[in-house]
DNA sequence: GTCTATAAAAGGATAGAC
DNA sequence: GTCTATCCTTTTATAGAC
């Protein structure tokens, strides 16, 4: 294979500082540093610090949104209505395919995507775009049909519930080691549990309207 | 009431940047700015920034903690094996009662909560004491207790759940309004749809060992 | 495309007067 | 306890040579 280009290694050092340090926590100097290219070369490649982290954001959501997409078309083709946990499973099961399991990939990918979504700065997330929102809504739609009774803003919310197991549940938030086991599970076994943890979740019948 | 101290305005400033922009997004400039305070204010009261985000961070925690341990001990004094939908709405709940309804109050501290909790920083997280393990290990030795059948690594996995949807739910991760109901749920609503979400997914059988 | 050099700004911390 | 003034570091961005 060839070598890569500089603006490749770039978007690979960035990646991985932004996941390890988050945005602000990442100077340029560190990026191309480690890139083994020159400081003048983020200007160059990308215009700026915050265009380089659309960059790599697109490039690492991309795939898992293509995925999704795909693993839906794929349930609907079998079943005009598919149940709530072969959603669940086609949804989540993208977010881990594409982090590969160890601290050299999960992890980091999921980390970076938290630290992307929870970012207060309005520049981290302006690279969110149409397609991610169209992907969603399928989803939503189709979890609709499967959970009739279920109102909309209560599917909306519990949509939100998934992200945020997915994407924090990897994440070493209680950062000391937890008794029993390590806070990030390994790879496979963390898909299962959060399978079915979060497919009983969807499953729940209505909260009654007080 | 007697006016607040200087040491209570920076106290409150911070917790309202620190919770808006991040903690690396916060200069100290700002919040002294805000709190009417001089520059070199926070360095004469806290030392460095970073004290003061541990100060700021113990005030927001300590109280929902010790209502956690307060919840507890209610729910053990009446049985001493509580049911997993009680053991759900004791952890969870303080953390909504803690955080009043309205962006001047929920939607902040739980922005707050997330932005300490994930930033990937050392020294954002240092302030965590033993108070807060001491709670947390209590909480799963009752859980344990409720679901005889889940191995302990499965349950510390379900542990991290509850806490990415407490902690995520408020935030708006998916940061444009979404149709039917906005992102940020009004709080009372929030509070029992995610009752009934964790309640079920905590009581999900354990997964198949493969 | 890549580099050097530097501009221009912002930030954290602190000494010392009051 | 509070303030002014300032030091020193780090940062992004860019101009211009090669």
């Known amino acids: 294979m060839a070598p890569p280009d500089t603006r490749t290694q770039l978007l690979d050092a ?50 898992i949104n293509a995925a999704q997409a795909a693993g839906l078309d794929r349930l609907l083709a079998r079943t005009p209505d598919p149940q709530v946990a072969d959603l669940v499973e086609a949804f989540v ?4 395919d594409e982090m590969p399991a160890g601290d050299e990939g999960g992890a980091r990918t999921s980390r970076l995507i938290v630290t992307i979504l929870s970012d207060p700065a309005e520049e981290v997330r302006n690279w969110m775009g149409p397609a991610e929102d169209a992907v969603r809504d399928r989803y939503v739609a189709a979890f609709g049909r ?18 945020a197991v997915t994407a924090v549940d990897r994440v070493e938030i209680y950062h000391r080691p937890t008794p029993g086991c390590s ?28």
């Open 14 to 63: 960035a990646e991985r500082l932004f996941a390890e340090r988050g945005y602000r926590g990442t100077s340029i100097r560190a990026i191309t540093e480690l890139a083994g290219a020159n400081l003048a070369a983020v200007g160059y490649h990308f215009g700026s610090k915050s265009d380089l982290l659309a960059a790599v954001a697109r490039r690492v959501i991309e795939p």
């Open 93 to 96: 099961g993208p977010l881990f």
């Open 146 to 163: 499967a959970l009739p009774s279920l109102a909309e803003a209560e599917l909306w919310f519990r949509m939100r519930g998934i992200l």
């Open 183 to 210: 806070s990030p599970v390994a790879g496979d076994e963390a898909r299962r549990w959060a399978l079915t943890f979060l497919a009983a979740a969807m499953s729940a019948p209505p909260t009654a309207t007080r």
